[in-house]
């Protein structure tokens, strides 16, 4: 198993559509967790940080599940904009930072 | 500067060549790491440095593949005898601290060996 394993999709939804991704870690350990966006042909950049209690910006928000090992990204009222893949990262028992595939999601309009 | 830069954005090599990529992190970054994304594939762990620990290499994919960072800041990955499996964008990323921490991430090197 993967320590860190999403799904790739692609994730296609309507423009205004709300859309969630899974990412599952192996780890229990793992402390910290974040999500990142990456666009075609650019380098990825941070989106939001997880937080136990569920973290909230705009549109987005974020969650973890330590129970079962999972983090989420909601996104709601998608934009176009909103089209590009998403990347999430924790740690390995090595604490190393890892990352998942990513999930490319495509905004239609 | 104020970001993570890499150098040179593109780097088109003969097989069997070396090449070194390097990667110059945000200053007073001490985490630094080297990862290896292939087209439409996730980011795969090569090596990451913090301060003056020996590194963790784990994932480097072959001993063709070498990295150091000097005096703790610029860092150069290093691709002996290069292999067209070897194509791919090669990313750096620091952070201020390790595991904690987000990665802010150099807009990476594109690798084509032919």
């Known amino acids: 198993r993967k320590e860190v394993e999403q799904d790739p999709g692609p994730f296609n939804v309507p423009e205004g559509a709300t859309v969630a991704f899974n990412c599952t870690y192996s780890n229990s350990a793992s402390q910290s967790f974040f999500w990142y966006r990456q666009d075609c042909r650019k380098e990825p950049k941070l989106l939001m940080s997880v937080y136990s209690s569920g973290n909230e910006d705009g549109r987005f928000t974020a969650q973890l599940n330590r129970a079962s090992q999972y983090i989420s990204l909601l996104i709601r009222d998608s934009k176009l904009s909103d089209s590009a893949t998403y990347l999430c990262?924790?740690?390995?028992?090595?604490?190393?930072?890892?990352f998942g595939q990513g999930t490319t999601l495509q905004v239609k309009p | 500067g104020a970001g993570v830069s890499q150098s040179p954005s593109n780097k088109v090599t003969e097989k069997g060549k070396d090449v070194e990529l390097r990667c110059d992190p945000i200053s007073g970054h001490t985490a630094l790491y080297w990862y290896r994304q292939s087209l439409g594939q996730g980011l795969e762990f090569l090596i990451y440095f913090q301060g003056n620990s020996a590194p963790d290499k784990s994932g480097l994919p072959s001993d063709r593949f070498s990295a150091e960072r000097t005096g703790g800041s610029v860092s150069t990955l290093t691709i002996q005898r290069t292999q067209q499996e070897d194509s791919a964008v090669y990313l750096c990323?620091?952070?201020?601290?390790?595991?904690?921490?987000?990665?802010?991430f150099g807009s990476g090197t594109q690798l084509s060996v032919l």
């Open positions: 990323a620091s952070s201020p601290a390790l595991g904690r921490e987000k990665l802010f």
């Open positions: 990262e924790g740690s390995s028992n090595t604490g190393k930072l890892i």
